[in-house]
């Protein structure tokens, strides 16, 4: 079946500009994880999905970054107010039950200019 | 959430030979998860490993739990091409509503034909 999808997989931006970034999950994983890899930090956890509720959203570096789920489905994280420092590859993961195996999609790079 | 420490964070060897990779933390882990990332793709889950003393094998790639569970390691016997990549240690986040995982930044291995 269908892995994980993720669009755009590239974007670049200016600084100051709002991004979407869109996650489509396996089909009937009721998890849903967003993450951040850059070369300095590493892979970084931002926010959990349990269906459409986010009961931990502890990794959202700033106020500038929301997310939300429709549908216990699709995912949209935001970017408001770009910055160089957001430039990252950004991985969206979901998983058939909350502590199952999280299967990850190929990711959006993000450029910041 | 500890930190999880991967060493050595390069390695670049010839076709064939073994090798070993280290994950360590100052913390006990309740569980560890190896995963294996090649450029453009997200990480893909290999092991999980939850009792101290644990050895798992795929293949080539046998993985040990210490016996404290403070530490890990990933061996691989007669290298091969196919096996560069990112190798990344990962725990997954624990306390009331938590989700997601918490990575090492992981050993970049490079198999030279």
């Known amino acids: 079946g269908a892995g994980v999808s993720q669009s755009p997989s590239n974007k670049v931006t200016e600084k100051g500009k709002d991004v979407e970034l869109r996650c489509d999950p396996i089909s009937g994983h009721t998890a849903l994880y967003w993450y951040r890899q850059s070369l300095g930090q590493g892979l970084e956890f931002l926010i959990y999905f349990q269906g459409n509720s986010a009961p931990d959203k502890s990794g959202l570096p700033s106020d500038r970054f929301s997310a939300e789920r429709t549908g216990g489905s699709v995912s949209t994280l935001t970017i408001q107010r770009t910055q160089q420092e957001d430039s990252a590859v950004y991985l969206c993961?979901?998983?058939?039950?909350?502590?199952?195996?999280?299967?990850f999609g190929p990711g959006t790079r993000l450029t910041v200019l | 959430t500890q930190l999880l420490e991967q060493s050595p964070q390069f390695l670049s060897i010839q076709e064939g030979e073994n090798l070993t990779v280290y994950c360590n933390s100052s913390s006990v882990f309740s569980s560890l998860q190896w995963y294996r990332q090649e450029p453009g793709e997200g990480p893909v889950l290999l092991v999980t490993v939850v009792t101290g003393g644990e050895v798992k094998k795929l293949k080539r790639l046998t993985f040990q739990f210490g016996d404290a569970r403070k530490d890990s390691s990933l061996h691989i016997t007669a290298a091969q091409p196919g096996d560069t990549g990112l190798y990344l240690c990962?725990?997954?986040?624990?306390?009331?509503?938590?989700?997601?995982?918490?990575f090492g930044k992981g050993t970049h291995l490079i198999i030279q034909p």
């Open positions: 990962a725990e997954r986040n624990s306390g009331g509503g938590a989700d997601g995982l918490t």
């Open positions: 993961a979901s998983s058939l039950a909350r502590r199952s195996e999280q299967f």
